[in-house]
């Protein structure tokens, strides 16, 4: 079992105002599997893409796998992936540390997440324009997207920025 839990309040300092209190509690066994990326803010390395997925798999040394994809335009479109490795960095939070390529990594924060199925998460990254809704399905029923938007509202994000991912 991946089972990490606790408290912690990110970014306490005033750079942002927004609320960046993670989960606290991650069973990361429950975590494996396919994500569909329903919105996210714009960033340079997704723009563009749709039909974004996020697959997550145990290798053998316990880390966990990341194959991640989208299509350039459309379902027709190049499609680009990417794989890597995510470590939990905090064991106290939903913090994990990711590598794409061995060569750089970055941090990732679990803002929401549906402790009962692990339907839908609120993932965030250390900079700005770092901000995804992931679900279980390719399309999240509204009422849990509405409450998801009024969450994130009350952390204090601009949910006006999100970009609605093509699932089709």
């Known amino acids: 079992m991946l089972l990490f839990c606790a408290t912690s309040s990110l970014f306490a300092d005033d750079r942002k105002e927004v609320d960046r209190t993670t989960v606290n509690c991650v069973d990361y066994g429950k975590w494996l599997g396919k994500w569909y ?20 798999s145990l290798a053998p040394d316990g880390v966990l796998r990341i194959y991640h994809e989208g299509f350039v335009g ?53 900079e700005p324009d770092e901000l995804w809704i992931m679900s279980r399905t390719p399309r999240m029923p509204l009422p849990v997207l509405n409450r998801l938007l009024r969450r994130m509202t009350e952390r204090g994000f601009d949910v006006r920025q999100l970009i609605y991912v093509d699932q089709r």
């Not at 459309?74 to 913090?95: F, I, M, P, W, Y």
Request: aromatic share 12%.
């Open 37 to 56: 990326e329903i919105a996210r803010f714009d960033n340079p390395r997704e723009r563009d893409l749709v039909a974004v997925t996020a697959t997550y």
């Open 74 to 126: 459309s379902r027709d479109g190049k499609c680009r992936s990417v794989e890597g490795k995510a470590k939990v960095a905090d064991v106290a939070t939903g913090h994990v540390r990711v590598s794409y390529m061995w060569v750089f990594s970055m941090d990732y924060y679990i803002l929401e997440l549906d402790t009962e199925t692990y339907g839908y998460a609120l993932i965030v990254g250390s």
